[in-house]
Nanobody, 115 residues
Framework: QVQLVESGGGLVQPGGSLRLSCQFS????????IDWRRQAPGKQRELVAD???????NYADSVKGRFTISRDNAKNTVYLQMNSLKPEDTGVYYC?????????WGQGTQVTVSS
């Protein structure tokens, strides 16, 4: 079955950058659409960015121009490059996909933007 493992979170000052990675295993990676979602304390989980199997991308309005999602099919990995980070970007970031109608989530990685 699908397994997703996120990494790359941490503490960063406002205006800083982080790159998150999502390692995929268990199926043929290049067939899957993958997305990044985040959950801030006391808020619902929200879509940040997604990338289709063909490489088409989509972003939440709040991150357009600052975040970039990409995939490396040779490494079975999806990346989220986050620049110009703001305190409101703080939250747990999750990698997500759907296989056979069932959602799969990674364990999440914490991103904290604070001075």
């Amino acid at each position: 079955q699908v397994q997703l493992v996120e990494s790359g979170g941490g503490l960063v000052q406002p205006g800083g950058s982080l790159r998150l990675s999502c390692q995929f295993s268990g199926r043929i990676f290049l067939l899957y659409d993958i997305d990044w979602r985040r959950q801030a304390p006391g808020k619902q989980r929200e879509l940040v960015a997604d990338i289709t199997s063909g490489g088409r991308t989509n972003y939440a309005d709040s991150v357009k121009g600052r975040f970039t999602i990409s995939r490396d099919n040779a490494k079975n990995t999806v990346y989220l490059q986050m620049n110009s980070l703001k305190p409101e970007d703080t939250g747990v970031y999750y990698c997500h996909t759907i296989d056979g109608g069932r959602p799969y989530w990674g364990q999440g990685t914490q991103v904290t933007v604070s001075s």
